[in-house]
């Protein structure tokens, strides 16, 4: 059985553009592959990172800085196995994982985070 959780978060040096909200555009095409890559191999290394299977970034939106288009947000829907019998997923335990590996919520491959927006949905 597949399970799937979401992560979101905003960066802080990549600006917002309606590019980034039409998935056909290709400035949206690449920046989603070149997130999916980065949470993708971030993930791997996680306690998850066995029954990992990979992420699909979803949406960029405005961030939630004060200046408008200076930031943006990601959303994206994670998949990994999961086990009949096996726990659900640590949603708080995958947060601190995702939390230290990006040295505080700060940076993922070369873009800067905002520390305070971080989300593990599941």
């Known amino acids: 059985a597949l399970g799937h959780f979401t992560i979101n ?4 040096n990549l600006p917002y ?3 980034l909200h039409n998935p056909d555009s290709a400035k949206f095409s690449s920046t989603r592959r070149v997130m999916n890559t980065l949470l993708d191999r971030l993930l791997k290394k996680s ?11 979803t949406a960029f939106r405005y961030g939630s800085g004060t200046v408008q288009g200076a930031e943006t947000g990601v959303d994206a829907v994670c998949s990994y196995r999961k086990e009949p019998s096996g726990l659900p997923l640590d949603r708080v335990g995958l947060y601190h994982e995702v939390s230290n590996m990006t ?12 520390k305070d927006s971080l989300y593990v949905k599941g």
Do not use: W
């Open 17 to 19: 553009s309606s590019d």
């Open 9 to 12: 978060f905003t960066t802080t």
């Open 47 to 57: 306690s998850i990172g066995p029954d990992f299977l990979h992420c699909q970034t």
């Open 103 to 114: 040295k505080g919520i700060k940076n993922l491959g070369p873009y800067s985070l905002d």
